[in-house]
């Protein structure tokens, strides 16, 4: 494992079981949400399937503490309304994209670092931007080539860039 640190209440059994007063589930989930982002930054790991049971992020071993399918899918329904996660398949819903910062968050990053560094109007590679020299003290250096697609996605729509066959991109 990493140096990640676990919250004190990975080490609470109650944790590990939603709670039915809807005040304390939602103070639950939203820690339980922190966790999961937390946790898949340290690991730089946009992508978390809710059924490995193998996975420290929801079996507490110590513990012999696990959280149910219910209550994984309950924490990635509430990252998904606050934009920080997206299934793989919708239809699914196991497999998800996590996202410790928003596609927006994200897009706005990249477009202040092309900015910073006087890039608008050049063209660059997405392997550029997401493993170049130029941005390794950025958070989304070593983003994978998909989700940083979404985020240069964003920033087409709204006329800051133009992507070129999703291996180039132009900013304005």
């Known amino acids: 494992m990493t140096d990640f640190v ?10 590990f079981t939603i709670q039915m007063h ?22 730089k790991q946009p ?3 809710i059924n490995d049971e193998n996975t420290d992020l929801f079996v507490n071993k110590e513990l012999n503490r696990r959280l149910n399918v219910d ?7 509430a990252l998904e309304k606050s934009a920080h996660a997206a299934p793989i398949d919708p239809k699914k819903r196991d497999i998800w994209e996590i996202y410790w910062f928003t596609l927006d968050e994200w897009a706005n990053m990249i477009y202040k670092w092309v900015s910073d560094n006087a890039m608008i109007g050049q063209v660059c590679t997405v392997f550029e931007i997401a493993n170049g020299d ?9 983003l994978s080539n998909e989700i940083l697609l979404k985020c240069l996605r964003k920033l087409e729509e709204s006329g ?3 992507l070129i066959d999703e291996e180039g991109v132009k900013f304005f």
């Open 71 to 77: 209550g994984r899918a309950l924490i990635m329904d």
């Open 160 to 162: 800051k860039c133009e």
């Open 6 to 15: 676990w919250p004190w209440e990975y080490s609470f059994p109650p944790f």
């Open 22 to 43: 809807a005040k304390t589930r939602d103070i639950q989930l939203n820690t339980w949400s922190d966790l999961v982002l937390k946790y898949q930054k340290t690991l």
């Open 134 to 142: 130029n941005s390794t003290d950025q958070e989304f250096h070593g």
């Open 47 to 49: 992508i978390l399937n």
